[in-house]
């Protein structure tokens, strides 16, 4: 197993997915954990990670310096790199030149980590790769028994390495995707030069996490918000596999969902995994609290409001819940703790990313916190959920109350749901909903003229967005077959009265955003 230590990067996380991802079982722990720890631990290889600070000023992070003397292979990355040459007695300097994003460095063939792992090889016969670089100090002079394994022009010694003792260093971020041979290069690390088998995988994870949970809770009750969601779906059945009974999910229906979901979610967990779910319906309430409110933020602020309102009342009926358990992931995560820093502008508030509020004075228990989006699914069919449940698109929180423009109606919810349910059957039907990110249907409380046998028509109108994302920070619109927006079209307005002209939302992200409110 590796052992990996965390000097404070924002991309520490994304080591252990990617050693997770070459099957070998990995721990992160702070770079100050007791060296009794590390020895006990007995790691086959440690990987030390980057971080914010520079080793050029004191009482910076260090390594301990067990570290140095287990025996086994230690790769540094960025700060580990440069933390591991200052330790070892080599210099570390400042740049005047920052380097920051996409680099081409030249790959010595000779060390054991790079060799035959290049993107392009140049007119010399030498390997280029393709690096994700964010330093401002760099190694300027090798410890003893190191050699140069990496270089370009700002950063001469991109990479370090004492073959005899298999001590690496690399400048750049092999975690990161952008370092495109980044997988391969951890790979060799885990594989080859520690000598780690393929030992780990989602069924000894599911294991692990089921272990964690009961260690941690006890004989606790835990409450948990289910919304049909994946996250929140995955959550439930971890925990009902961990500790059964003493968990109890608070399913909210607000009026806002999709076809049938209520239904969906209580047949999946209560009925069939014999979750005990409490299905509060507070679509009347929802309703009540929207009529009249047209503005999207206030709406958004509403639903969240309620929300909370709703859930407390219920939980206060669960007087020995010690937990509350959250979906939070680790994209979630990053990104809140992101906006504490970076003060992003806030363009929608998203009601359910904070959490519920503190007076619920429940301890919070968030199993999936460091699973990426894609290791949640694995997670999920391998605790035995349906696949269509697991690979769900995302919906929000406010669900069909932002796809709703303006004043919500019981009336439009429902004409929405129904234009919402063929537009996603045509697209599992046809191949695209595992190719398109998201896809829905949005409400326009506007009327056109249409004719329909030999009458008149004055009825509402849907618009269809469908959009590819990596992360849902930007987006394409999707390329929809003509045929398939033809028959989408054609099925909304003759099934549903009430709507009698559908629209194609050809807008990116930015400048529009994926949902219209
Ligand atoms: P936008 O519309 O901001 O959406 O481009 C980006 C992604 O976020 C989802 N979204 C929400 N998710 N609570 C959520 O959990 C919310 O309040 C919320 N608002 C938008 C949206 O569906 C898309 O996937």
């Given at each position: 197993k590796i052992l990996i230590l965390d000097?404070?990067?924002?991309y520490t996380q994304l080591i252990a997915r990617r050693v997770r991802e070459t099957n070998v079982y990995c721990e992160l722990h702070s770079y100050d954990v007791d060296e009794a720890f590390i020895r006990a631990f007995d790691p086959a290889g440690i990987i030390l990670s980057g971080g914010?600070?520079?080793?050029?000023?004191?009482?910076t992070p260090r390594a301990p310096q067990v570290v140095f003397e287990l025996g086994v292979p230690v790769l540094g990355t960025c700060y580990g790199m440069q933390t591991m040459a200052a330790q070892l007695g080599g210099a570390v300097e400042n740049s005047m030149q920052r380097e920051f994003g996409y680099a081409e460095v030249r790959a010595q063939g000779h060390s054991a980590l790079l060799?035959?792992?290049?993107d392009r090889v140049n007119e010399a016969g030498h390997g280029l790769l393709d690096v994700w670089m964010s330093h401002g100090d760099k190694v300027t002079v090798l410890p003893e028994g190191f050699k140069i394994i990496a270089s370009n022009a700002?950063?001469?010694?991109?990479g370090m390495a004492d073959e005899t003792r298999r001590f690496y260093g690399l400048?750049?971020?092999?975690?990161?995707?952008?370092?495109?041979q980044g997988k391969a290069i951890i790979a060799r690390f885990v594989?080859?030069?520690?000598?780690?088998?393929?030992?780990?995988?989602m069924p000894d994870y599911v294991e692990e996490a089921i272990g964690r949970v009961r260690s941690e809770v006890g004989s606790d009750e835990v409450i948990l918000g289910l919304s049909g969601g994946v996250d929140s779906s995955v959550v439930a059945a971890l925990l009902h596999r961990a500790i059964g009974e003493q968990l109890t999910c608070v399913f909210v229906d607000?009026?806002?969902?999709?076809?049938n979901e209520a239904e969906q979610v209580m047949e999946t967990?209560?009925?069939?995994?014999g979750v005990k779910v409490i299905h509060v319906d507070a679509s009347t309430e929802f309703m009540k609290h929207l009529t009249g409110v047209t503005e999207p933020e206030q709406k958004r602020k509403i639903i969240g409001r309620e929300f909370v309102e709703v859930f407390q009342r219920e939980s206060?009926?669960?007087?020995?819940?010690k937990w509350l358990a959250q979906g939070t992931i680790y994209p979630d995560v990053i990104e809140s703790a992101g906006a504490k820093t970076?003060?992003?502008?806030?363009?929608?508030?998203?009601?359910?990313?904070?959490?519920?509020?503190?007076?619920?004075h429940l301890k919070l228990l968030e199993p999936?916190?460091?699973?990426?989006k894609d290791e949640v699914r694995e997670l999920g069919i391998a605790l035995g959920l349906p696949h269509d449940m697991v690979y769900r698109h995302p919906f929000p929180g406010p669900g069909l109350g932002v796809r709703i423009l303006g004043e919500v109606k019981q009336e439009y919810a429902d004409l929405l749901r129904r234009a919402d349910a063929i537009f996603i059957e045509e697209l599992r039907a046809s191949g695209w909903y595992e190719k398109t990110s998201q896809a829905f249907a949005v409400f326009l409380p506007v009327k056109s003229v249409g004719v329909m046998g030999d009458g008149r028509t004055y009825d509402y109108v849907v618009a269809l967005r469908a959009v590819q994302t990596q992360d849902f920070m930007t987006a394409h619109w999707a390329e929809l077959p003509y045929t398939l927006l033809g028959k989408v079209s054609n099925r909304i307005i003759n099934e549903i009265?009430?709507?009698n002209r559908v629209v194609y939302d050809i807008s990116g992200k930015p400048p529009a955003t994926i949902e219209w409110e």
């Open positions: 000097f404070g990067s924002q914010p600070a520079s080793v050029i000023e004191e009482e060799r035959d792992i290049q700002a950063t001469p010694i991109a400048q750049f971020h092999s975690e990161v995707t952008h370092t495109l594989h080859d030069i520690c000598g780690i088998g393929y030992d780990w995988n607000n009026g806002l969902l999709r076809l967990f209560a009925k069939n995994l206060a009926k669960l007087p020995n819940a970076k003060k992003a502008h806030a363009i929608k508030s998203h009601h359910n990313v904070g959490g519920l509020p503190e007076s619920l999936l916190r460091e699973l990426f009265r009430g709507i």
